[in-house]
């Protein structure tokens, strides 16, 4: 099943940002082609993260050893300790799907079936909101929303068993002028949602 | 087994490894306790307590919210003191450098880490991050490639030990002024503790000393005490501390940024590569002694 762990913006020019998506730690980053990659976060050679690694535009570079990986494929193409060595092509990190679309970027840890966020048409231009992290349960949350109208399309990303992440869109995306009143709009909305779901759970 | 040892274990409420609470352990740098001070602090799970005497002796007790529960050996070794929650051995292994009179002794820095004290051990073994994680000290592109070095497991000394490590370094240290390719000498004489040798930039026939002590606080939470005795008349204490606090705080956040937390001793739970033979000598020798604490034990 695809969930959405991060907004487009989240991807800027050269980042990489770190995710998680029921309980798997996440690296996600764009190489300068455009493509996004989602890989475990952990290099292969001493476990750490990739997240804080450099994104080069074309490989992501750990932070510990230097080891490269490249875009699209994630095989390990240069091991600086050992610089006239070629890496042995089985090296390769673990990649997720992904998908990118109505501003969201979506994953799974199995392979998922048909189109992320298919209840909207690709043509629309979409208003992201901000990511609001509960310190609850995904299915406490979706159940939580599924009683309120809130005129934006929600969706829960489980990060893991005790924390979510609520990532709404409003589609079409309002008129420019008004687009700042309704990200307060929904900010507080979904704020005030997760006091209450964590007062009730006893987590806030 | 001793009486001590067995009785300690019947009466302990914390479990660790006999491996690891048979041990000497670094709790503190002598030199940051103001006379009859008492501090305090974890080991393996463990809440101790220490104060140095008007006699200059040390002493170590068990303590928790209601105060002491009683006595633990202790010593007061290279600056710091020790202590052992077990049955101790009879000596702490030797650094002999410390006893050279005119020698810098000091201790750089303690400083807590989330990790396991064998992710720090290893970490202080690895050269191949020098121009990653210490760019412009002590390793910078394109001088990346780690040379072959010889490692042993001495079995007669019970250490780790890598000779013949080579690597070019732009600033070995506070007193060198210009890059050059150092020779360092590798010791692991207790699971939490290492050694390293390099060449002085004062005086190319001796090695400057620089110990790391980790305080295995918790499984996955450590202080790492780090010991200098170095040559150099010149630089004074707080510019010698600066640059180990530098290079230390350079290594912290790969440390706490490493998964597992914890050491995994099966040699293909990670990928190691040639350059990383200190560190597979390492995780072998912990295994073989049946260290489990700050570590994940080879399956059976």
Known sequence: ?204 | MPIAANLWIMTSSIYHDPASANLWHPIAACAELRDGEVGRTTLLDEATAYRIGADGTASVWRSDAEGAKGGLPCRIQYGYIWTCLGDPPADLFEIVEYAEPDRRNMNAISIGVHSSAPRAIENFLDMGHFPFVHKGILGAEPHTEVKDYDVEISVERDEVLATRCRFFQPQSSAAANQGAEVDYIYRIPHPYCAVLYKTSAIDASRRDVIAIFAQPMEQERTRAHLLLSILDEHSDDSTLRRFQQTVFGQDKPILENQFPRRLPLDPRAELPIRADKASIAYRRWLARKGVTYGVIPVAA
């Open chain 1, 1 to 204: 099943m695809w969930y959405p762990i991060a907004a487009t913006q989240d991807l800027p020019f050269r980042h990489v940002y770190h995710a998680k998506l029921l309980g798997q730690e996440l690296a996600a980053w764009r190489a300068d082609d455009g493509f996004v990659n989602i890989w475990e976060n952990r290099c292969l050679h001493r476990g750490v993260r990739l997240s804080i690694g450099v994104n080069t535009g074309t490989e992501l570079k750990c932070q510990y050893h230097g080891w490269r990986y490249a875009n699209r494929t994630a095989g390990c193409t240069y091991i600086p300790a050992h610089p006239d060595r070629a890496p042995p092509r089985v090296i390769a990190n673990r990649i997720f799907p992904c998908a990118e679309r109505h501003g969201l970027i979506w994953s799974s840890l199995e392979p998922p079936a048909g189109e992320p966020g298919s209840i909207l048409a690709d043509a629309v231009e979409t208003l992201v909101l901000r990511g609001i992290a509960v310190h609850a349960p995904a299915a406490l949350v979706t159940h939580a929303l599924a009683k309120i109208q809130t005129g934006a399309v929600v969706f829960v990303q489980p990060v893991d068993t005790a924390n979510c992440v609520i990532r709404g869109i409003v589609a079409p995306a309002p008129a420019p002028d008004i687009r700042m009143r309704a990200l307060r709009h929904y900010n507080h909305l979904f704020s005030a949602v997760r006091d209450d779901i964590e007062r009730a759970a006893g987590t806030e």
